[in-house]
């Protein structure tokens, strides 16, 4: 899963979230790393932990890169009772994906028999390793959440596979994806002084494409 053209590969996803370059990524995919990185297209540059989160699986990384856009947070939660089309891929797999432009959806949200707030996503998705830290967009282009884990039966009932490089064959008949809600990772942004932007309104329009915005906003993670 080459992320660049210098050969670097990338071990998980992230996403830009404000234009000083801090990018939300997986907390797991960056604690215990004797050096990090963070890939845009063909440029690498070293990234340091800003914040990681005790409670939940969510980190920032500080890096130099100055993003064309950054996310905007959905302000509303999900309605909770019913599925809703969303996109989530990892980046590695974007830089790959040649009809990203076409692509409206490719996963969904499970629901829900009780209000969702503060609740991490179920997802129903085909996202494979490298996938922890990307974005959830719903089909307005708002970010609904971040991806972590992918769950080997129903969720909540079978055990975990986290999804960082390094296990495909373990991953690859899962089908039920957990993300971390953007209500806790605002919560999280806002204990420590992190600049994000959130609204309601649709930043791109129905005919446009989530996995497009996904690929605008999101870095590969090299943890070294």
């Known amino acids: 899963m080459a992320a660049s053209s210098l050969g670097f590969e990338a071990q998980a996803s992230g996403v830009f979230l404000n234009a000083n370059g801090d990018v939300l990524t997986a907390r797991h995919a960056v604690t215990g790393c004797a050096s990090l990185y963070v890939v845009k297209d063909a440029r690498v540059v070293t990234a340091s932990l800003r914040a990681v989160s005790d409670e939940t699986d969510v980190a920032v990384l500080a890096t130099a890169l ?3 856009l950054s996310a905007v947070f959905s302000r509303t939660e999900l309605p909770s009772d019913r599925s809703v089309a969303v996109f989530a891929e990892a980046y590695s797999r974007l830089l790959r994906m040649p ?3 076409r692509v409206l ?7 829900m028999t009780s209000p969702n707030e503060g609740r991490d996503l179920q997802l129903l998705s085909g996202v494979k390793p490298g996938a922890s830290g990307s974005p959830v967009l719903g089909v307005g282009g708002l970010l609904l959440g971040i991806v972590v884990e992918r769950v080997a039966g129903a969720p909540g009932t079978a055990e975990a596979v986290l999804l960082q490089s390094g296990n495909p064959a373990k991953a690859a008949g899962a089908t039920s994806v957990r993300a971390v809600s953007s209500s806790v990772i605002k919560r999280f942004l806002r204990a420590h002084g ?15 494409s989530p996995a497009a915005r996904a690929f605008t906003l ?4 090299i943890c070294g």
């Open 194 to 208: 992190i600049d994000f932007s959130e609204s309601d309104a649709a930043q791109i329009s129905m005919q446009q």
């Open 105 to 111: 959806s490719n996963a969904m949200t499970v629901a």
């Open 99 to 101: 009809d990203r432009a």
């Open 218 to 221: 999101g870095v590969g993670v």
């Open 66 to 68: 100055k993003p064309v």
